[in-house]
């Protein structure tokens, strides 16, 4: 017993100690350590990192320092990511993992690139979640603690589908990880012509005994998203519903709420509720387009992997060409109406489980 007393204070001691030479001797000698720290961080995240300068703060038990006027080199040696200040907390314990207490990164401009074979580049970084690429980086990551990011502008290059850029502005992202969950928020506001600030919430799991937790792809758990206005129409561009479901949105636009559920990586459901504007989609490669004036309701995509189930509730329309007309179509009476298919064949939407009631214009 007096053996493990003694290894305990030892221990105690070493860690003290250690301490202490992080307060009083690293930390405000901590520039001088730049070109080393510079090198560690191209290391661990495997592309290139510039430090301007960094500046210590050694307050409480968890010091921290900032560092200034970061940047990130892509593959071609462009500043794929520039920051102008980046804030970092550790501690003992965090350092002895190459971890870190807490990540604060402030301003940041960043790039998000799919290049033509689908990989997903962040400043540069390989972020594509799978062990086809560098995966150093995203397990880095998805294994600090907390990271926050305030104020960014993102900045998103679709190569493969050859879409215009998008900016996001205002961007704020938190990220928690801890014991094989990450739990992850984006708020962020888009380009005018896109809507209105919006909002995404995630809750992940990696897989049990994974020893890379930037393997994203293969995570399950839930996700949410929601914006009071958003031009749906404008998704096309970069999302190929047609190829996936079988249905083209050409035109629509206002409020919309996500639920998503997946699995290994693959959704497995989908709920929307939505209350939308001048819809015209097309549910179907031999079908006819539909215009609905409004539309609002839910639907509900379930596909567990032996076939799809698709649903509707409180789903109410108002068709646009009745509209022009004498009259116009609606609401939609539903009470789960819903129907099946199996994997594979074509899916009629809102054609199937409704009924509806001619109504005066007036």
Do not use: C
């Not at 204070?9 to 070493?14: D, K």
């Not at 074979?117 to 397990?139: V, Y």
């Not at 032996?306 to 116009?328: H, I, K, N, S």
């Amino acid at each position: 017993m007096r053996w493990v007393v003694r290894g305990a204070g030892v221990l105690l001691l070493l860690m003290l100690l250690a301490a202490a030479a992080l307060h009083w001797v690293i930390v405000p000698r901590i520039d001088e350590l730049r070109p080393r720290l510079q090198q560690l961080a191209t290391q661990a995240i495997g592309a290139p990192v510039h430090i301007g300068l960094i500046e210590a703060h050694s307050n409480g038990l968890v010091p921290s320092v900032a560092l200034r006027d970061v940047r990130v080199l892509d593959p071609e040696g462009r500043a794929a990511l520039q920051v102008p200040r980046v804030l970092v907390a550790f501690s003992v314990l965090s350092l002895s993992t190459l971890e870190l207490e807490q990540l604060v990164i402030d301003a940041p401009e960043l790039e998000l690139r799919r290049t033509r074979d689908g990989r997903l580049l962040a400043g540069g970084i390989d972020l594509s979640g799978d062990a086809a690429g560098d995966s150093r980086a995203a397990d880095w990551f998805f294994s600090q603690d907390e990271v926050i990011v305030r104020d960014g502008r993102v900045r998103w290059v679709d190569e493969q589908r050859a879409a215009p850029p998008v900016w996001l502005s205002e961007v704020l992202f938190i990220a928690r990880n801890g014991y094989g969950r990450h739990q992850l928020r984006l708020d962020a506001t888009p380009e005018p012509a896109w809507g209105e600030r919006f909002s995404l919430i995630g809750l992940f799991r990696q897989r049990v005994f994974s020893r890379h937790p930037g393997y994203w792809r293969d995570w399950d758990g839930q996700a949410f998203a929601s914006t009071p206005r958003v031009d749906v129409s404008r998704l096309r561009q970069y999302v190929d519903l047609k190829a996936d479901w079988g249905v083209d949105v050409q035109d629509g636009h206002g409020a919309l709420r996500l639920w998503l559920e997946q699995k290994k990586g693959r959704p497995s459901a989908v709920t929307a509720d939505m209350a939308l504007g001048a819809v015209s989609v097309t549910l179907g490669p031999r079908l006819e387009p539909l215009a609905f004036s409004e539309l609002t309701g839910r639907l509900a995509w379930r596909d567990p992997g032996d076939g799809m189930t698709l649903g509707t509730r409180d789903l109410r329309f108002v068709d646009d060409v009745a509209r022009r007309g004498d009259q116009a179509v609606g609401p939609a009476a539903h009470q789960g109406h819903g129907l099946a298919a199996d994997a594979g064949r074509a899916v009629v939407l809102l054609a199937v489980g409704v009924a509806v009631e001619p109504q005066p214009v007036a």
